[in-house]
């Protein structure tokens, strides 16, 4: 019986700007949205990358990426996290996978 490696995987906290695009499922009056994502990858540029590719593949159009760090990172810089998001990263470590955590929407402003 072979044991299993332990996964190198982490899961990063990104902010993600994304622009407008047709079928992209915002709001017909916004601008843009930016999205917290917390995403799997051994490091995080392939995070990003993978991230990016998950938006693309879903219709929207990312204009700009911020890393956060990992949990770790972030709970060193003093970040208040919660059991909410605490548990999001989890799931995105266990499924390998992206998830959209909040999405704010932008709308230009018209005054």
């Given amino acids: 019986m072979t044991e299993k490696k332990p996964s190198r ?4 906290t990104l902010l993600v700007e994304v622009g407008r695009k047709d079928g992209d499922g915002l709001p017909k009056d916004a601008s ?6 917390f995403s799997s990858g051994v490091d995080e540029a392939e995070a ?3 991230t990016v590719a998950l938006l693309k593949r879903a219709d ?26 605490r548990d ?17 929407t932008f709308y230009d ?3």
């Fill in 109 to 111: 402003d018209k005054s």
């Fill in 9 to 12: 995987q982490q899961v990063f």
């Fill in 48 to 50: 990003v990358r993978e």
């Fill in 32 to 37: 843009g949205a930016a999205l917290m994502c």
């Fill in 88 to 104: 999001l990263m989890q799931r995105a470590l266990e499924e390998n996978s992206v998830v959209v955590a909040q999405t704010t």
């Fill in 60 to 85: 929207l159009a990312p204009l700009d990426v911020t890393g956060y760090g990992t949990l770790e990172e972030r709970l060193a810089e003093g970040h208040d996290i919660s059991d909410e998001e």
